[in-house]
């Protein structure tokens, strides 16, 4: 928003006004009035291009007046401003992003600032006393040299080459270039840099299996300093494998302690088949703290056969190439429950939803459920759900098995103990408890 | 046994018969296409775990006898420039395209010639290594080594390929240029040193790429072995 003004004094012409048309017709070296592209029939499109030509023209100078008159400083520097070629006893007027200045901070005509912080960065102008002419103006960054840069060179791609990237660990506040060198040898290789990333640079392998090693040296370089960092390395130590991918865990059905898991290489690598890579798989219930890990030197698929029932896992994997650098970092985590099955005769809505979503959903039993179905035992606790085919059935069954049982029976079920031949009814009341406890859970 | 006229029970017990009189004569017939592929896949397999097995080894190895050569060479950084004599020693440095373009031959036969010329430097080490520990861990690695060579070889028999002519290759110069001062000698065994843990590195993708090109193992029925 900085208006555009006669910066230097040699009369560099604005666009900004009209009375100044005829400077700007004269940079275009046409007269006033007269169309470049001479068709008079369709103006419209030239007077666009002689507006975007000015506003191009006018623009590059503003900007190269501008980066004449940056100004670097540290935090915590004083600083000492000049208003040109003013004398030291001139009457200036000093603004900082267009405020004045308290006489305090002068020193005459020059500007003082003491141990400057990063919030004194802006446009400062100094101004002549009486007739507010502009005499000086200057852009103040206030910044830091650049520490140590942090440098880290990785072959995610082996055998077709590396890239490196860098970065700051704390900011500048000012602007900061990085030149990045790669020696092997005797030789300086080419890091070409990567449009995205930034701070990223790649090199392809021309030969393998080298025995000297590599030495990268990043340089990063302001107006207040500069610093580098070196790393040597062999073409076998930076190998580490992007993550494997499309990672998938299924429940396996009828096996409620498996789970399938099968992922793909990472499509970074560029050839399994000569450089084939292992994998790392890990897994836990989500309820447990202590991860299981497994090794497998073939196949991208694994099947889980201990997984405790019931429960969901999280899972990942890892990559490495079989015999040089490092593993990759985990893959993305994924989810699973082995399969569950379904209980019969649920009564409950919620039971009934839990189970048909197994894979996501770890089973709880609501503990205020009662089973009550005709097979139920302890009927006693459905007294409120019991319903007429329930009796119906167990009286038929009763029926069936004991026809000759006389009033004694009925006595004893219907809570009486009437003369029993303990064994029947005791056996086939044994039955019934177990198989009801098998369906309790 | 078989009867044609439509009983199916009977029909597929005579077939059933059948086959396993066929089964049982199968050991009789022999399988030498079989045995030979499951040959060479076993071999390439044995030898490249000896790679990887030589390339443990020659960690703990190195670390030791760079420790006894003293600084600058056990120095984690050092990464002098190659010096014209250590070409003597065979490189496992090769153009990308060279090397995945190599007929099976051509890679089995570089190795071979490779480590058996580095055997020979090794031994050369033997007598002057410092402690009658160091030798013995020397001489111990030297077994496995010469254990690889023969490894390669046997592979490259049973693929049907030659030997390459003499371990040399190219013989070595009489009284090969010893080492002017101690410290060029040092270098020597730090460049060998070098060399060979980059040919292990090598060999295992040289018997990787092997693996792949081998037909894999068939499966012969092996019911003699069954007592059958």
Not at chain 1, 17 to 41: C, H, I, R, Y
Not at chain 1, 390 to 403: G, N
Request: hydrophobic share 35%; aromatic share 10%; charged share 20%.
């Amino acid at each position: 928003m900085a208006k555009l003004t006669d910066l230097s004094g040699e009369g560099w012409p604005v666009a900004s006004s009209q009375k100044n048309s005829t400077d700007f017709d004269e940079k275009l070296g046409t007269s006033p009035g007269v169309w470049t592209g001479g068709e008079m029939a369709n103006p419209v499109p030239s007077a666009c291009c002689v507006v975007l030509a000015a506003v191009v023209v006018v623009y590059a100078q503003r900007h190269s007046q501008q980066d004449s008159h940056i100004q670097y400083e540290r935090v915590g520097a004083d600083v000492t401003m000049k208003c040109g070629s003013m004398d030291w006893d001139a009457a200036v007027t000093w603004t900082a992003n267009g405020t004045d200045i308290d006489d305090s901070h002068l020193n005459g005509s020059y500007l003082i600032l003491k141990n400057v912080d990063l919030t004194q960065s802006g446009q400062y102008s100094c101004y002549e006393g009486s007739s507010w002419h502009l005499k000086y103006q200057t852009y103040l960054r206030v910044g830091t040299p650049p520490k140590e840069p942090v440098l880290m060179c990785r072959s995610n791609n082996y055998p077709k080459g590396f890239y490196c990237s860098w970065h700051l660990p704390s900011p500048t506040y000012i602007p900061n270039s990085f030149n990045i060198s790669v020696i092997h040898g005797t030789r300086e290789m080419v890091c070409e840099k990567d449009i995205f990333p930034k701070n990223r640079c790649h090199i392809r392998y021309l030969q393998l299996f080298l025995t000297v090693k590599y030495k990268v040296t990043l340089t990063v370089t302001n107006a207040l300093g500069k610093n580098s960092t070196s790393l040597t390395f062999d073409e076998f130590a930076i190998v580490k494998p992007d993550p494997p991918e499309s990672v998938v865990a299924k429940p396996v059905p009828n096996n409620p302690r498996r789970l399938e898991v099968a992922w793909q290489n990472p499509s970074s690598w560029p050839d399994p088949e000569s450089f084939p890579l292992k994998f790392f798989l890990r897994y836990r219930p989500l309820i447990l703290d202590q991860w299981q890990h497994v090794e497998l030197l073939d196949g991208t698929s694994h099947t889980i056969t201990d997984a405790y029932a019931g429960k969901e896992y999280i899972i990942q994997v890892a990559a490495k190439d079989n015999d040089i650098g490092t593993w990759s970092d985990w893959s993305v985590a994924v989810h699973a429950t082995p399969w569950t099955e379904e209980p019969k005769h649920l009564t409950t809505e919620a039971q009934v939803t839990e189970t048909t979503s197994a894979s996501t959903s770890y089973f709880v039993p609501p503990p205020t459920t009662k089973i009550c179905d005709w097979w139920a035992v302890r009927p006693w606790q459905c007294v409120g759900q019991l319903d007429w085919s329930w009796l119906l059935m167990v009286s038929s069954l009763f029926s069936e098995y004991a026809p000759s049982w006389g009033h004694e029976r009925w006595g004893w079920v219907l809570g009486g103990h009437g003369g029993l031949r303990g064994s029947d009814v005791v056996g086939k009341g044994d039955t019934k408890q177990a198989v009801g406890e098998e369906h309790w859970v | 046994m078989l009867n044609v006229a439509g009983e199916p029970p009977g029909d597929s017990w005579g077939i059933f018969a059948f086959l396993c009189a066929a089964l049982c004569n199968l050991p009789a017939v022999p399988a030498l296409n079989g045995t030979e592929e499951l040959g060479a896949g076993q071999s390439i397999q044995k030898t490249y775990d000896l790679t990887r097995y030589l390339e443990h080894q020659l960690r703990t190895l190195a670390g030791t006898y760079l420790n006894y050569l003293g600084p600058p060479f056990n120095e984690p950084d050092f990464n002098p420039p190659r010096l014209a004599r250590a070409e003597q020693v065979p490189s496992a440095t090769v153009d990308l395209d060279l090397w995945r373009g190599l007929t099976d031959n051509a890679r089995l036969a570089a190795n071979y010639r490779a480590y058996s010329r580095l055997l020979c430097y090794l031994r050369g080490l033997d007598g002057q290594a410092g402690t009658a520990e160091l030798r013995h861990r020397l001489g111990h690695f030297c077994s496995s080594l010469q254990g690889l060579v023969v490894s390669i070889a046997g592979v490259m028999s049973s693929l049907g390929y030659p030997l390459p002519a003499g371990p040399a290759g190219p013989p070595l110069p009489p009284g090969a240029p010893a080492a002017p001062n101690d410290f060029l000698k040092k270098m020597d065994d730090f460049w060998l040193l070098k060399e060979l843990q980059t040919w292990l590195w090598r060999s295992a993708k040289d018997f990787n790429r092997l693996k792949k090109k081998v037909p894999p193992a068939v499966v012969t029925l092996r019911l003699e072995a069954r007592g059958f």
